[in-house]
């Protein structure tokens, strides 16, 4: 790549990771900074889970668990037997190894330190020189309103409910107190592109969009900000993005999520497959989004990066 852009990635869990992965490939450490969904974050067994982020950090320090796309490869679940034994009956799939991730950030957190904090401690451990920043440094929790069990806390519909359950709403608890931190602030300020992956909209990226003040500071910024579309051919690549939008009466399209990102966005990427879509926006192409390979994240990445550098001043 000719151009060296400073980028900022707004992302949730594994579709997100992909594309950070690709873009991590073909920019220098400094230039990418990888803003994640902390909405997914919750407590069990007395630790601080934080799925997002250690999908991320997983995925961009090459330990992740390809087949799953969260965890550690090759990692085993020993304690989860031990805990069955004594009489428990875990529903989230706490990998021994992965289980040290959780050990320290709860430690640290316990000790005062911020996400944003213990993020960077982990990540720089795991060798990854980007940028990985918690959407706020305050408890936020996506909870999900069902048709069948009432208001389930997000893993207990999404994991132990295999996101099953008709959702009705969805709340995110706190939100009224997250701060964007000082560490998103300097990012965005610097930032040549504003990309946001293909997560899911409502799950993922909506609750980053809702820390007070995000908003507004994204779109104070006049560059290309761009979202890569969730949907290819009225489906989902993985998880309930599609069910979601059935659910709440919204058509079954890419350009259902270019209307629900408004003005935060003003340039769209579809699939290829969607060729006959285009969204009324300065801004839209079609590429090859199905990131099913290490080649096509970086393939994606890079055409992504060239088309944007190719705009015409905004
Ligand atoms: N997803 C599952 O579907 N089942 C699990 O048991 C599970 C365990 C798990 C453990 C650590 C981690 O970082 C992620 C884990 N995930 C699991 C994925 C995760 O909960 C969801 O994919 C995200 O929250 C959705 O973005």
């Known amino acids: 790549l000719d151009w060296k852009p400073n980028v900022v990635l707004l992302v949730g869990g594994v579709g997100g990771a992909k594309l950070a992965y690709g873009l991590e490939k073909i920019l220098s450490p400094e230039q990418l900074t990888v803003i994640v969904n902390t909405g997914d974050d919750f407590w069990h067994y007395g630790l601080r889970i934080c799925p997002d ?43 021994d190894q992965d289980l040290a991730t959780h050990i320290l950030r709860t430690q640290w957190w316990h000790e005062g330190c911020s996400l944003t904090e213990i993020t960077g401690r982990l990540t720089s451990a795991l060798g990854i020189g980007c940028a990985v920043l918690p959407m706020t440094d305050v408890p936020v929790a996506t909870m999900i309103a069902t048709r069948e069990h009432g208001e389930l806390p997000f893993q207990v519909y999404f994991v132990k409910n295999r996101w099953q359950p008709v959702i009705q709403s969805i709340r995110l608890d706190g939100i009224e107190r997250a701060r964007v931190t000082p560490e998103i602030v300097r990012a965005v300020r610097a930032a040549d592109v504003i990309l946001i992956g293909p ?5 993922s990226i909506n609750p980053i969009l809702s820390v007070p003040g995000m908003r507004e500071l994204l779109t104070a910024r006049q560059i290309p900000r761009v979202a890569v579309t969730p949907i290819i051919n009225g489906k989902a690549v993985k998880g309930p993005t599609a069910k979601i939008m059935q659910e709440l009466s919204l058509p079954l399209t890419a350009e259902t999520v270019v209307d629900y990102y408004g003005e935060v966005i003003n340039g769209f990427v579809f699939d290829e497959r969607d060729q006959n879509l285009r969204a009324s926006l300065p801004y839209s192409a079609s590429m090859d989004t199905l990131m099913d390979s290490d080649e096509k994240r970086l393939a994606l990445a890079r055409n992504l990066l060239e088309w944007i550098r190719d705009w015409k001043r905004l």
Do not use: H, Q
Request: avoid cysteine; proline fraction near 4%.
């Open 53 to 95: 982020l250690d999908t991320i950090t997983y995925t961009l320090s090459g330990l992740v668990d390809t087949v799953n796309g969260w965890g550690l490869a090759g990692d085993t679940t020993i304690t989860l037997d031990a805990l069955r034994r004594l009489g428990e009956t875990p529903w989230f799939r706490l990998g």
């Open 199 to 203: 997560s899911n909209p409502w799950l």
